[in-house]
């Protein structure tokens, strides 16, 4: 079945450093995959996403490249903000599985001033 | 566009009372999603109907659990009797069946069970 592992968190760092969040997949087809993001007290919010090989998602000035040949999707950012303190959840989804989305564990991240 | 709707915000109850969670899709989604989240089990898909007809509920926990989705706008969890194990914050999503479509979250329901 599929399946999607991302680092565990937490992960704190001070603002205006690099980010960078793992994450690998397992899929019988070709997915499409997500970084989902959630606030504290909300749902979750769709942040970027990536539907087929070499594409790249970006948004808020976070990316990930959909690599096929390693199978991950690894959320970066450059210069995080103390306002990116979250979860973020790595997904796929894929047709033959209904597209239900699978998450990953989610990834704990506290940004210090 | 309100997004998705759910109702209540955060439900208190004792053990072995019935719950009921309510959620509005948005509209012209064809599919619904609920999960449950916790600190233990993380985020878990319980069931999803699409075009209003339940397709997965191997998700859903228990007999206890039930989900009706009777029209396009409108759907419900129901647990009963509750258990203090069922202590979590339940979330709705929603989807158009469109390609690559994403799914978007409600605000979810914080329930507790004494």
């Known amino acids: 079945g599929n399946s999607v592992t991302q680092m565990e968190g937490p992960v704190t760092l001070s603002e205006e450093a690099f980010l960078t969040i793992n994450c690998t997949y397992t899929?019988?087809?070709?997915?499409?995959l997500f970084w989902y993001v959630q606030y504290p007290g909300e749902g979750l919010q769709l942040l970027l996403k990536?539907?087929?090989?070499?594409d790249k998602g970006s948004n808020k000035g976070f990316e990930a490249t959909y690599r096929k040949e390693t199978t991950s999707f690894h959320l970066e950012k450059g210069s995080v903000q103390v306002s990116d303190s979250a979860v973020y959840f790595c997904?796929?989804?894929?047709?033959?599985?209904?597209?239900?989305?699978?998450f990953g564990g989610g990834t704990r991240v506290l940004v210090k001033p | 566009d309100a997004g998705v709707i759910q109702s209540p915000r955060h439900e208190v109850t004792e053990m072995g009372q019935e719950v009921t969670l309510r959620c509005k899709p948005i509209?012209?989604?064809?599919?619904l999603f609920w999960y449950r989240q916790t600190m233990m089990r993380g985020l878990e898909l319980l069931i999803y109907?699409?075009?209003?007809?339940?397709?997965?509920d191997s998700g859903m926990p228990e007999d206890r659990f039930s989900a009706k989705m009777p029209n396009a706008s409108f759907s419900t969890l129901k647990i009963q009797p509750s258990e203090p194990r069922d202590s979590a914050v339940y979330f709705c999503?929603?989807?158009?069946?469109?390609?690559?479509?994403?799914?978007?979250f409600g605000p979810g329901t914080r329930l507790t069970v004494l």
């Open positions: 999503a929603s989807r158009s069946n469109l390609a690559g479509g994403e799914q978007f």
């Open positions: 899929a019988t087809g070709y997915p499409s």
């Open positions: 990536a539907t087929k090989a070499d």
């Open positions: 997904a796929l989804s894929e047709a033959a599985a209904g597209n239900k989305l699978t």
């Open positions: 509209s012209g989604h064809n599919s």
């Open positions: 109907f699409n075009n209003n007809v339940p397709i997965d």
